[in-house]
């Protein structure tokens, strides 16, 4: 598994030259903060990452429920029991296989793998605008109906999991990059990933870390062009 280091925040790459998947550290006072759990295989990485950095982790924060995200958080939870796991309120229900649509949401059936084994449950539920140690909880359907971003408020470095991609090229969740085209095939409804990645823009983040990716620094104006790249595509 390779690691980038960029000031709090440590990039972990399964896979990286062939389908890279993307989890993350935050390094805290009281340990570290993992932001998705990657790949069943990706477990080994991650724990040796934690010890070479020689933090123990503290807190799990899921973006959203998909396979892809979700996958060593059964293994990391057994390392880490006393680890308190992070999800939002609406992609609980997916992770528990609820696939259903609420009233208040576009009719479109919900997309992506979801695993049927996994064990490990959230002890806390996110809203929009909750606190996790350093990070800011920012409600971001779209990709899923319950996905979130995390905004570290100590050097507003973004972590949008699924919200946009930048391997193939810098998208928002649903528009099809052709040499990586699985995160928009995995996208739950385009038009409110659209209106969610334009509020993530107004951020005007430090940096952009993805799901799937390399880092973008000071990517807003990038973020600009992709947006409206997708919205004439929508129009």
Request: charged share 25%; hydrophobic share 40%; net charge positive.
């Amino acid at each position: 598994m390779r690691m980038i280091h960029e000031e709090k925040l440590y990039q972990l790459t399964s896979m990286p030259r062939f389908f890279p998947v993307n989890c993350y550290f935050v390094e805290e006072e009281d340990g570290l903060t993992l932001i998705d759990a990657a790949m069943p295989f990706s477990a080994k990485g991650i724990l040796k990452a934690a010890k070479t950095i020689g933090k123990s982790i503290s807190k799990i924060i899921l973006t959203h429920a998909h396979e892809d995200h979700v996958g060593a958080l059964d293994s990391v939870k057994e390392a880490f029991p006393n680890a308190i796991v992070h999800i939002s309120v609406r992609d609980a229900r997916i992770m528990d296989g609820d696939m259903s649509i609420a009233s208040d949401e576009p009719n479109v059936s919900i997309k992506g793998g979801v695993p049927k084994k996994l064990k490990t449950r959230p002890n806390v539920l996110l809203k929009d605008g909750d606190r996790i140690g350093s990070l800011l909880a920012i409600a971001t359907p779209g990709h899923t109906p319950g996905s979130m971003s995390f905004l570290d408020v100590r050097t507003n470095a973004l972590i949008a999991g699924d919200a946009f991609q930048t391997r193939g090229g810098l998208a928002v969740a649903g528009d099809i990059r052709f040499w990586f085209p699985f995160p928009a095939l995995g996208t739950w409804h385009k038009e409110t990933a659209l209106i969610s990645a334009k509020k993530l823009m107004e951020l005007n983040p430090s940096v952009l870390a993805v799901g799937h990716g390399e880092i973008v620094k000071k990517p807003a104006k990038e973020m600009q062009k992709t947006i409206e790249r997708f919205e004439s595509k929508l129009n």
